[in-house]
């Protein structure tokens, strides 16, 4: 299957660093992240099949089809090998994407994202797909916010809040419940521990669907991982602590040769 030609933006210099972002988001989540990186690498982010201003391709959508979008779009800038981070299900798709083709994969970050769920972590997030399959996605839209934000966040910064409930309104429904199905669907255990390149896993503490139990076993399947728990933070990490996010990549990332 061919991929969909993605929107993309690259800023910076050095190694390239794809950025993969997560459900009903878009590439400018990014922003704040690459602020602390594109002095020392060469920083790409794009949007999604079916987000921002990529086109939607064809429906349904599979694990599978995230990943070939990926590959064409490292084709298209014509770069050989790259650092792979992902954010949610960005951190599902980058692994899967490194299991493909190894050979262009330098290292991969993964952001609060989940494998290892067990029976009771799957119902949670089916029931929440089902819930917006049935009640809509703005109905059901408001009872995540207390799940990707702290409380603090919530009070003293509600327009950032604000932007990103709308950037998923603003996510053609079908997209949206489509990426949902797979983030809900996919399950890396039984092939992680064939990824061999240099991993970060990081997720927050309080990080409720991608949280730290989930986040150890995804460490300790992988052959070479460093894992970050970030205190107090729960899973929207890119808006609420883009300054740690970056900090513990570049750490990550500049501490050995690739």
């Given at each position: 299957?061919?991929?969909?030609?993605?929107?993309?933006s690259?800023?910076?210099?050095?190694?390239?660093?794809?950025?993969?972002?997560?459900?009903?988001?878009?590439?400018?989540?990014?922003?704040?992240v690459?602020?602390?990186?594109?002095?020392?690498?060469?920083?790409?982010?794009?949007?999604?099949?079916?987000?921002?201003?990529?086109?939607?391709?064809?429906?349904?959508?599979?694990l599978?089809?995230?990943?070939?979008?990926?590959?064409?779009?490292?084709?298209?800038?014509?770069?050989?090998?790259?650092?792979?981070?992902?954010?949610?299900?960005?951190?599902?798709?980058?692994?899967?994407?490194?299991?493909?083709?190894?050979d262009?994969?330098?290292?991969?970050?993964?952001?609060?994202?989940?494998?290892?769920?067990?029976?009771?972590?799957?119902?949670k997030?089916?029931?929440?797909?089902?819930?917006?399959?049935?009640?809509?996605?703005?109905?059901?839209l408001?009872?995540?916010t207390?799940?990707?934000?702290?409380?603090?966040?919530i009070?003293?910064r509600?327009?950032?809040?604000?932007?990103?409930?709308?950037?998923?309104?603003?996510?053609?429904?079908?997209?949206?419940?489509e990426?949902?199905?797979?983030?809900?669907?996919?399950?890396?255990?039984?092939?992680?521990?064939?990824?061999?390149?240099?991993?970060?896993?990081?997720?927050?503490?309080?990080?409720?669907?991608?949280?730290?139990?989930?986040?150890?076993?995804?460490?300790?399947?992988?052959?070479?991982?460093?894992?970050?728990?970030?205190?107090?933070?729960?899973?929207?990490?890119?808006?609420?602590?883009?300054?740690?996010?970056?900090?513990?990549?570049?750490?990550?990332?500049?501490?050995?040769?690739?």
């Amino acid at each position: 299957m061919n991929g969909v030609q993605s929107s993309y933006s690259i800023c910076g210099s050095g190694p390239a660093i794809i950025f993969i972002h997560g459900i009903g988001a878009r590439k400018t989540s990014w922003n704040n992240v690459t602020q602390h990186l594109k002095d020392r690498f060469t920083c790409i982010s794009y949007d999604l099949r079916g987000h921002g201003e990529s086109p939607k391709g064809d429906f349904p959508y599979s694990l599978e089809a995230l990943v070939n979008d990926l590959e064409a779009l490292r084709k298209e800038i014509n770069i050989s090998k790259v650092h792979l981070v992902g954010h949610s299900l960005g951190g599902m798709i980058g692994p899967a994407y490194a299991l493909s083709f190894p050979d262009n994969v330098l290292s991969i970050s993964i952001l609060s994202s989940a494998a290892f769920r067990a029976q009771d972590d799957k119902n949670k997030v089916n029931s929440v797909v089902q819930s917006m399959k049935d009640k809509g996605i703005e109905q059901v839209l408001s009872t995540l916010t207390d799940r990707w934000f702290t409380d603090e966040f919530i009070k003293n910064r509600s327009i950032d809040v604000e932007k990103r409930l709308k950037q998923v309104l603003d996510t053609d429904s079908e997209v949206f419940l489509e990426v949902f199905r797979i983030y809900a669907e996919t399950e890396m255990s039984p092939w992680l521990n064939q990824i061999h390149h240099p991993s970060l896993v990081l997720t927050g503490e309080r990080d409720g669907g991608c949280n730290p139990r989930l986040n150890k076993l995804i460490a300790a399947s992988l052959s070479d991982s460093k894992l970050v728990i970030l205190e107090k933070y729960k899973h929207s990490l890119l808006i609420e602590a883009p300054m740690l996010v970056g900090e513990h990549l570049r750490s990550f990332l500049t501490s050995r040769e690739f």
